[in-house]
């Protein structure tokens, strides 16, 4: 499909997709970072959740709360980034601390455990929405800025666009490692015990967050004998592990990811004097006016 469209955009005199905004670096840059900022986004707001219920046995209220500075956090740093960026000698800069602060955050969470303070999981999750609050509003300003007026609307559809589609691939990738982790390690951990109808609930993670599920569990398995807390701690074990191996994937992505910043063109903000109408009739009648300063961006034709 993507072969057909290739040959059917190149003979279009006036192409829905441009050709020649993927041959820009600096914009090819940017579609790419875009891409595995998706996967690394999406990735962490489907699977830390699943963790911080799942694998540290916390109820949802509790890691709702634990997770909403994460997104908090978001709208915090885009609100910074718009007041500093102008004032930088080199915006780039804030790409690579995004990446950087992402980096940390989601490294760090390879390491937590059910034992980890929850103020430390606060503490990594302001770090990650700072992280994202630096790059996603830069990756649409250096993108627009690179690609002029005539490029603006596509260039913006784009780094969306590939933003999803990296998102899709990100929950479906990490999705797959952690489902094939979790439940081979789960069937190492009740291969001890004789065959029963119990084994295919445990291999479900859906029992690891449902309290009443874990309940009958637990009863079933003292009809049988056995210790159903013992198993449900396995799978939380198995879980935990799971989610943390594809969180390292999820790290490897970004380093690739903060690699591209070095490919994009240094992005310059010049002072625009514009005139401004005074308000007021006595300023309107003599034509006096007020002039005034703002930024804004260097647009390419």
């Given at each position: 499909?993507?072969?057909?469209?290739?040959?059917?955009?190149?003979?279009?005199?006036?192409?829905?997709?441009?050709?020649?905004?993927?041959?820009?670096?600096?914009?090819?840059?940017?579609?790419?970072?875009?891409?595995?900022l998706g996967f690394a986004m999406f990735a962490i707001l489907f699977y830390v959740p699943l963790l911080l219920q799942g694998g540290f046995g916390q109820t949802p209220q509790l890691a709702g709360l634990l997770i909403t500075p994460l997104v908090m956090f978001?709208?915090?740093?885009?609100?910074?980034?718009?007041?500093?960026?102008?004032?930088?000698?080199?915006?780039?800069?804030?790409?690579?601390?995004?990446?950087?602060?992402?980096?940390?955050?989601?490294?760090?969470?390879?390491?937590?455990?059910?034992?980890?303070?929850?103020?430390?999981?606060?503490?990594?999750?302001?770090?990650?929405?700072?992280?994202?609050?630096?790059?996603?509003?830069?990756?649409?300003?250096?993108?627009?800025?690179?690609?002029?007026?005539?490029?603006?609307?596509?260039?913006?559809?784009?780094?969306?666009?590939?933003?999803?589609?990296?998102?899709?691939?990100?929950?479906?990738?990490?999705?797959?490692?952690?489902?094939?982790y979790y439940v081979r390690q789960v069937g190492e951990a009740i291969a001890a015990y004789a065959h029963g109808s119990w084994m295919p609930l445990l291999k479900d993670p859906q029992i690891l967050m449902n309290a009443v599920d874990q309940q009958k569990f637990?009863?079933?398995?003292?009809?049988?004998?056995?210790?159903?807390?013992?198993?449900?701690?396995?799978?939380?074990?198995?879980?935990?592990?799971?989610?943390?191996?594809?969180?390292?994937?999820?790290?490897?992505?970004?380093?690739?990811?903060?690699?591209?910043?070095?490919?994009?063109?240094?992005?310059?903000?010049?002072?625009?004097?514009?005139?401004?109408?005074?308000?007021?009739?006595?300023?309107?009648?003599?034509?006096?006016?007020?002039?005034?300063?703002?930024?804004?961006?260097?647009?390419?034709?």
């Amino acid at each position: 499909m993507f072969v057909l469209l290739y040959f059917w955009e190149k003979r279009c005199v006036d192409p829905l997709l441009p050709l020649d905004m993927f041959r820009n670096k600096s914009l090819a840059a940017l579609f790419v970072m875009s891409t595995l900022l998706g996967f690394a986004m999406f990735a962490i707001l489907f699977y830390v959740p699943l963790l911080l219920q799942g694998g540290f046995g916390q109820t949802p209220q509790l890691a709702g709360l634990l997770i909403t500075p994460l997104v908090m956090f978001i709208t915090v740093a885009s609100v910074f980034n718009s007041r500093i960026l102008v004032r930088l000698p080199n915006p780039n800069i804030m790409l690579y601390i995004g990446h950087a602060l992402m980096i940390v955050s989601f490294a760090s969470l390879v390491f937590v455990g059910r034992s980890t303070p929850e103020w430390v999981l606060i503490v990594v999750f302001v770090l990650g929405g700072l992280g994202l609050g630096f790059v996603i509003p830069n990756l649409t300003v250096f993108g627009q800025e690179i690609a002029g007026r005539s490029h603006l609307g596509i260039a913006t559809a784009l780094l969306q666009s590939t933003r999803m589609i990296g998102g899709m691939l990100g929950v479906a990738i990490i999705g797959s490692l952690v489902n094939y982790y979790y439940v081979r390690q789960v069937g190492e951990a009740i291969a001890a015990y004789a065959h029963g109808s119990w084994m295919p609930l445990l291999k479900d993670p859906q029992i690891l967050m449902n309290a009443v599920d874990q309940q009958k569990f637990g009863v079933q398995l003292h009809n049988l004998g056995l210790d159903g807390g013992v198993l449900i701690d396995a799978g939380r074990a198995a879980m935990e592990s799971s989610i943390h191996f594809g969180l390292v994937l999820v790290v490897l992505v970004l380093v690739g990811a903060i690699f591209g910043v070095r490919k994009v063109e240094r992005v310059r903000f010049v002072r625009h004097v514009t005139s401004v109408a005074v308000a007021g009739t006595s300023n309107r009648s003599d034509g006096k006016r007020r002039r005034g300063r703002r930024y804004l961006p260097s647009r390419k034709d």
